[in-house]
């Protein structure tokens, strides 16, 4: 990307793998994380995790499959061609 940031992809298999997810996020970068290697409660407490994390920082999440979410910093939009992204995270009512 032009102003230095980078997609990286994440495959965490435990909660313990959430601080390197968000320092690359705190740094600017687009963070795809893959949570199908978690069991259920890992999963749900890693999103708990980063959704604190995108909050506070101002990005957004959206959800691309049902276990695996884009994670975009501030200055960043999501687009998908197809239209399957379901939209921001924060808005599933």
């Keep these: 990307m032009a102003d230095g940031r ?3 992809v994440f495959h965490p298999t435990s909660y313990r793998d959430s601080r390197p997810i968000g ?12 949570l199908s290697w978690l069991e259920p409660d890992e999963a ?13 920082l101002g990005g957004n999440i959206d959800k691309v499959t049902a276990h695996v979410l884009v994670l975009a910093p501030p200055g960043v939009t999501v687009l998908d061609d197809a239209e399957h992204l379901t939209g921001s995270f924060y808005n599933q009512s």
């Design 44 to 56: 749900h407490r890693l999103v708990d995790f980063v959704a604190g994390l995108v909050f506070g």
């Design 6 to 8: 980078s997609i990286v």
């Design 23 to 34: 320092e690359r996020f705190r740094d600017g970068d687009v963070v795809l994380c893959d």
